[in-house]
Nanobody, 116 residues
Framework: QVQLVESGGGLVQAGGSLKLSCAPSESIFSFDPISWYRQSPGKQRELVARSPRVGSRQYADSVRGRFTISRDNAKNTVHLQMNSLKVEDTAVYYC??????????WGQGTQVTVSS
């Protein structure tokens, strides 16, 4: 069973930065894409950033220009660098990975809280 281990969440003031990490138990080359989603209380889970193996990264309009998704092949990790955080970025953030065969995996989630 593939596991996606997330880390890096926490409490930060508005305007600050956090870096989330997702470490799959298998090679990141096994997955296409690897993405970050988030879910706030009472809201649906939404796509934040998507990293395909080939091609351009994609971002939600609400985070474009502030968040960056990247793959660290040497450390077998996918990061989400979050800058200029806003109160509305508060959510549980989930790592998601899909195999070419269509099997989906989710991480356990990491809480990000942005205070005003």
């Amino acid at each position: 069973q593939v596991q996606l281990v997330e880390s890096g969440g926490g409490l930060v003031q508005a305007g600050g930065s956090l870096k989330l990490s997702c470490a799959p138990s298998e090679s990141i080359f096994s997955f296409d894409p690897i993405s970050w989603y988030r879910q706030s209380p009472g809201k649906q889970r939404e796509l934040v950033a998507r990293s395909p193996r080939v091609g351009s990264r994609q971002y939600a309009d609400s985070v474009r220009g502030r968040f960056t998704i990247s793959r660290d092949n040497a450390k077998n990790t996918v990061h989400l660098q979050m800058n200029s955080l806003k109160v509305e970025d508060t959510a549980v953030y989930y790592c998601y990975a899909n195999t070419p065969g269509g099997i989906e995996y989710w991480g356990q989630g990491t809480q990000v809280t942005v205070s005003s």
